[in-house]
Structure formats: C-alpha cells, structure tokens
C-alpha cells in the first residue's frame, strides 16, 4: 500500500504532460454522445516507479498461434488521469460528504457490470483483487521478472488488469469485443501461482484461476463478442435464450406494465415445458409485498401458454451497499429535491421498482442548477442485445460554471432553432420544456466506460411532456478528444492541421446540438389506455406518404420496445443528424464563440469528423453475424452511406496504398457543398427517421436504418475490404484513471493516482478496501449461482 501512496504523493508534485489520445468519439456516449480524462518528479524514486508504469513499450505477439489484434489491449494504450483536483477543492465540506457518499454508492453499485457482462468477469475481477491486495504493482513486478516473465509480458499483464477495471469485464465497452491478456496462458499462471495472495491461500486461488482462466483466454467464435443465442454472449438472457425469447419476455413484461430496464430473463425446463424467471435488482429477497408496498409484482403469471415467475434479489448484497450510501447522502442533501431523490432511489434499489427510480428522476429534474450533479441506476441499453434492459451507471460531478454559461445560452435558443429542424410542427413536442444543461468536471463515473456527454432520464413519458437534462463532461473532452497529427489516418495531408485546431470545438458544438436538441427534439404519438390521443389522428398527415397518420404507440409501449433491437443506433444516428444539420446554423454557432470563417471551419471539421467517424465504424461490425457491436459507431456509418448517396462530389471515399506499402484509404469532403448538397441529404434522411419514431413505424425505419447498416463486398464501395484497411490501421480508446474520495475525520481527501496501467489498478484495489473480502466473497457467490445458466 504505501508505493501505490507514493505514487498518489508523487502524482501532486510532478508537472503536467502531454497525454497521448487514443481512438476519438463517444455515446451519446454515451454511453449517449458516449455519455462521455500527470505525471510529476519529486523524488528519484517516485520518478522512477512512474516511468517504469508510464512507458509505452513495444507490443509484441507472444503467443505461438496469431490472434487478431482486436483481441488484445496493446501495451501502449493510451491512459490518462481524470483530472477533478481543482472542481472539488472548491467545494464546501458538506458537499464534499454529499459527493464522496454519492461516489461510493455508484462504485459498489457499477460492480454490477461485472454479472451483466459475462459469466467469468466477475471471477476475473476477484483474482486481479485478491493479487494486487497483497502486492502492488511495482512490488509484483519482482515476482514476475522471478517467474519468468519479461518486462514487456508483465506490462502486458498490467494492462489487460487495467483494461478489465475500465471495462468493468472482459469486453470492451466501447464496441463489445472480447479482450484476452497478451501474454502466454502459462505465463501468467506462473505469475498467479507466484504471486503472495496464492502463497498465503494456495487452494483458494488455484479454485478462482480454474473458474475462469478457460474462459479468460477463450477466443471461440460465439465468445468474440456480446450477442445474443448464437451470436455473441451475454448475462442479461439465460444461455439458452433466443430473440424469440426476448420478444415473448418484452409482451409479457408490457403486459403487466413492468420495465425491462432493471431485469435479466432465465429460461428454465419445467418438465418439457419453458418456464422463465424475471428478475428484478433488488437489495430485498422477499417476492411478497414489503414495508412500502400495496402489493408486489411478483409472483407467478401464465402468459401465451408458457409460465412466468418475476423475481426479487438480483444483485442483493450490491443493492444493499449502494442504498446504505444512498441513506448516508441524503444526511448532506442540499435541498428537499435532492433529498426526495435519494428517497426514491433507496427505495427503488431497494424493491426493484423502476417507478420508483423514474420518481427519483422526476426531483432529479426539478433540482435545477446543483453544484455536485449525479445521476444513479441501469440507464443505458445499448449492451443488451435486445435493446431494453439498462446497465448500471452512477455518475457524481461538479459544475464547472464557465462551460455551462454557453450551454445555458444553447438552452435559452432551443425554442428558436427546433422549428429549423425538417419536420412538420406536428411531430415536434408541443411545449419544449427547457432543461439543465451543464459542463460537468467527472469525480466518478462507476459503470462500463464514460461518455462524453448524456441525456436522461431514458423513461419516454417523462421525456415527452415533464423534461430531461443535458450534461457535457468537461473534463473528459478535455483530454478524450485530443488528437496528434502522426495518429490521424484517412485524412489528406492538408486536412490534419485543420482537424487539429477545431476538433475540439467541433466536437463540443456537436455535444451540445446532439444531447439538447437531438435527443431532445421530436413528438412521440401515442394513445392511451383510456383511448386518448396526445395528437390529432384527424388531421396529422404523413408528410412521407402524404396520408393521415395510421400507426402510433399504444398503452405502455415505449421507443425501446417497439424499435428494441436497432432502437438505440437509431436513436443517436437522429440525434447525430441534428448536430450536423443545425451546426450549419449560424446563431447555433455564434453561441459556442465561433464567427465568419471560424465558424465555417467548426462546421467543415464537424462534418469531416463524421465522414470519418462513419469509416471508423467498420471496426464494430461483425461479418460473422452481419451485425454491429456499438450503437454510435453504426450510426455514423450509416451518415457515411447516406451522404456517400448524395452524390456530386460532397464525399470522396477511395482505397489507396499507404507510405508503407499497406493497404489504406482516403476520405474527403467537398466544402462548398455541405450547406447546399450536404444539407439536403441531412434533410431528407433526418425527416424520414423522425417520422418512422413518431409513427412507432417499426417496419419502416427498420428498413430504412438496416438498409444503410448493411456493409458488402459490392456496389461502389468494398466495405468488406475496406474493414480489414480500418483493423490494420485502428487505434485503441483511451482508458481513465479515476480518483477516490476518503473521509478523514470531519472532512473528505481526494486520493489521485497517476495515468498509467499501475495507476488505475491501485485506484480500484483502495477503492474497496474496507470490506474487500467480503465483497469479493459477495461477488463469487452471485456468479456462482447462476453459472450453471450460461451453458
């Protein structure tokens, strides 16, 4: 423990320096854009221990068979320090235990990504504790060296730990591939058994290395990526599930009015007949009614001819630590919302209720202009196959006043700029309900990975008509989207400076557009249970046919269960058309401070962002299965296609051959023609994807988006071809070091840790230290009980 502090101690004397960046954009993302970031020298020693952690070193193959290096994390991934020093020095003390007590519910809760990702992650993520509990890094790099492990193996090592931490699992969160160490399988377990923690408990470890080392380094075709049945894994569905599973399960939970959102689906053999068991994340276990309910929604249902049961306690003990924390905040709530809040949420953690969460997010709404922002629960959609279960995230932030001044600016025009958008009046909301919209510095962001900017709450009918929030993550812009010239590809020479100097404010400019008026714009047309419509079924016409409306949401049915599968691309690709068409508008972007020929280059580096964002997609889709593994990513390429389609030389796409004599490619964009030939294109696309959502057009926009999504050998362009140029040429993401908070008597300590593979191991080995056993014990039991269910 003492050189992970030493590390913590060196890190605040040390000077700041440039960063490298790996692989650019995300969530709406995250998430999502996305939703959703020094070094020093003090002591010889401390500069040592941080170079040695620091160092990129080459990569090397080191296994005897060649493995596609979309499988490993190279040692030179870029990793980087989540700088939020400064943000919560300024906060008072009561705020500082509001946010350390908020953090701490949101880091037990994200370990709950360990049990929706994959039937080893959370056996792995024991192992990698249990080692570096009793030896940090630097001390266990004298093991290795021991063991027989060169320097470049054990990096290896240290980066796959580092990357599983990220990742919270061994799938990427950005793009849902597999990661296996790069290193042989014999070498590390060499290591384990060298390792003091096998020492001290020899058969213990020698059980938790058998129950998941098959698995850690398995590569079979299935195992490559999430997916579900035949096509990838997953835990949100038994593995014995189908999408015809998944379809039967959402009719059934619509029909009991229950969300998917905090679920997982078992199917099990009840003598030869399917019977399945829904179950709800719940710190209680008791299916019956509890103190705070009328009555309980569990029990059994006959549904279709097939049986189901729905279920408390799916992640019990971890439920359980995140409403003490929960309770905990709520003693240092700034105001009656935030306390509210925090009552709803306890309670829904609690019972497994997402009423009660989408009644937390109502005080969430309400509580406007906060100076630490949070946000808790399983939000996002994107990593379940079907498209409706939500994986857990807690965020904690402070308000970083400057950036949000522009944001509240983008706000106070959003009733100016929607009637630009290229619908008619009718498929916009009829009041816009005008939200916070902040930059955020992120203190801690507990779940799969950060985006660099949200939207929420996801729950349509509060969306629809009592509002939503938009934040930008700051700090995460800050150093996620930085780009240097020698790892742009795909870009003309005379294009990169360009790229350089306005990524960054292109980017933020898209963040904004994309989150408060993408995601925020557009009507659903629904009718409901009592038979009201929230439209007029008289006289709204299809502007795409030219008829009355005919198809429309009914009773309890949401966008994510009508569009399931392809709803979350579909929904950032909308939001994504709305970035790139109103960033064409000149007051939209005289708020963000850019005029006359500044602006003219934030808009050409946005749209030759995308452009190039769309080619960079390619690495997220699967031949296999023709199918895509990140819902951003898909969207992009999708505006690639359709502006490829517009023709008259708006985009440029060749294969050409590299300074090096491999295989690469050249993408351009005609800058004369994004206002006149670009922005149609946006126009008519844009307006298709909005009607298709309003109408609850399933069959029409899955045609529409699928026949975009497809990527082939034929036609004008070789996608196929072109994906293997986009793999032998494609970089990294970047992965965050993240700080931890401590109580110290009356106050709260920030404990930082340096940007490297070591520092983002310590910071997860401190961040559970109290009851690190039995969380771990915790963690192997909830995985053990259902590991009979993956098979």
């Not at 906060?91 to 509001?98: G, I, N």
């Not at 129950?211 to 014995?240: A, H, M, P, V």
């Not at 944001?407 to 939200?435: I, N, Q």
């Amino acid at each position: 423990m003492y050189q992970c502090r030493l590390l913590t101690k060196c890190l605040r004397l040390r000077k700041r320096l440039p960063t490298r960046m790996g692989f650019e954009p995300t969530r709406a993302e995250h998430n999502g854009l996305a939703v959703h970031r020094l070094n020093h020298s003090a002591t010889s020693s401390c500069v040592l221990l941080s170079k040695r952690y620091s160092s990129s070193l080459p990569v090397l193959n080191l296994r005897p068979k060649m493995v596609d290096s979309q499988y490993y994390l190279s040692n030179d991934i870029g990793i980087s320090a989540l700088d939020c020093g400064e943000a919560f020095r300024l906060l008072s003390p009561q705020e500082k235990m509001y946010a350390h007590n908020l953090s701490r519910a949101a880091w037990y809760g994200g370990l709950a990504v360990l049990l929706q990702t994959s039937p080893e992650s959370a056996n792995i993520f024991v192992l990698l504790q249990r080692i570096f509990r009793k030896q940090t890094p630097a001390q266990l790099e004298q093991v290795a060296t021991a063991a027989g492990l060169s320097s470049e193996e054990y990096q290896a090592f240290l980066v796959y730990a580092a990357g599983l931490y990220a990742n919270m699992g061994n799938y990427k969160s950005f793009g849902d591939t597999k990661f296996i160490p790069n290193l042989p399988k014999d070498k590390l377990k060499a290591l384990v058994w060298a390792s003091q923690a096998f020492q001290e408990q020899p058969s213990e470890m020698e059980a938790l290395w058998d129950s998941c080392s098959g698995l850690l380094y398995s590569l079979e075709d299935r195992q490559k990526q999430l997916g579900l049945g035949d096509k990838g894994i997953t835990t949100y569905f038994s593995g014995n599930c189908c999408l015809e599973d998944a379809e039967l399960a959402q009719k059934f939970l619509d029909s009991k009015k229950l969300s998917a959102y905090n679920t997982r689906l078992f199917k099990k053999d009840n003598g030869g007949k399917a019977c399945y068991e829904v179950r709800l994340a719940s710190a209680v276990q008791k299916d019956c009614a509890v103190d705070g309910e009328c009555e309980s929604c569990c029990g059994s249902f006959s549904f279709e001819d097939k049986e189901f049961t729905v279920k408390r306690g799916d992640y019990g003990p971890l439920m359980e630590k995140v409403c003490h924390y929960l309770q905990e905040a709520q003693t240092y709530a700034a105001n009656e919302n935030q306390r509210k809040m925090l009552e709803e949420y306890q309670r829904s953690f609690t019972l497994g209720s997402v009423d009660a969460h989408k009644e937390g997010s109502r005080y969430w709404i309400k509580d406007k202009g906060p100076i630490v922002e949070s946000y808790i629960g399983f939000i996002e959609s994107y990593r379940d196959p079907f498209g409706s279960r939500g994986e857990f995230e807690g965020f904690v932030a402070v308000v970083n006043k400057a950036m949000s001044e522009r944001f509240a600016k983008l706000v106070s025009s959003a009733e100016v700029l929607l009637p630009e958008l290229p619908w008619p009046r009718e498929f916009e909301k009829d009041t816009f309900l005008k939200p916070d919209f902040t930059s955020l510095d992120v203190l801690t962001f507990a779940g799969s990975g950060i985006p660099a900017g949200i939207n929420i709450p996801n729950y349509d009918d509060i969306r629809q008509s009592e509002g939503f929030k938009n934040v930008s993550l700051g700090n995460v812009l800050a150093v996620a989207y930085a780009t240097q010239k020698e790892k742009l590809t795909f870009l003309k020479e005379e294009d990169k400076d360009l790229f350089i100097k306005w990524k960054g404010p292109s980017f933020e400019v898209q963040v904004g557009l994309h989150e408060l008026l993408g995601h925020g714009s557009g009507k659903l047309f629904v009718q409901d249970d009592q038979g009201k419509f929230n439209f007029d079924e008289s006289k709204v016409v299809n502007p795409e046919t030219g008829e009355p409306v005919s198809s429309w949401y009914r009773g309890s049915e949401t966008w994510d269960s009508k569009f399931s599968t392809i709803a979350s691309s579909y929904e950032e690709c909308r939001a994504e058309c709305v970035g790139l068409y109103l960033c064409l508008n000149k007051q939209a972007l005289s708020i963000f401070g850019h005029d006359e020929q500044d602006a003219e280059d934030v808009v050409y580096v946005n749209w030759l962002s995308m452009v190039r964002a769309g080619l960079l997609g390619l690495e997220f889709y699967t031949p296999e299965s023709k199918s895509w593994r990140q819902a951003h990513m898909q969207a992009r390429f999708v505006i690639l296609r359709v502006l490829l389609e517009a023709g008259e030389g708006l985009v440029g796409l060749e294969e050409v051959t590299g300074q090096d004599g491999k295989p690469d490619a050249r993408i351009t964009l005609d800058r004369s023609k994004i206002h006149t030939v670009g922005k149609n294109a946006i126009h008519r696309f844009l307006c298709k994807l909005q009607v298709f959502k309003s109408t609850a057009d399933v069959d029409g926009g899955r045609a529409l988006y699928d026949g975009y999504s497809t990527v082939s050998d034929s036609g004008a362009y070789n996608f196929l071809r072109l994906r293997e140029t986009v793999l032998l040429r494609k970089e990294a993401r970047k992965m965050f070091v993240q700080a931890n908070t401590r109580v110290s008597g009356d106050s709260v300590e920030l404990v930082e840790y340096e940007g490297s593979a070591a520092g983002l191991i310590c910071s997860f080995t401190e961040r559970f230290q109290e009851d690190a056993e039995q969380l771990e014990t915790n963690l192997l039991e909830l995985n053990k009980r259902d590991a009979t269910c993956w098979c």
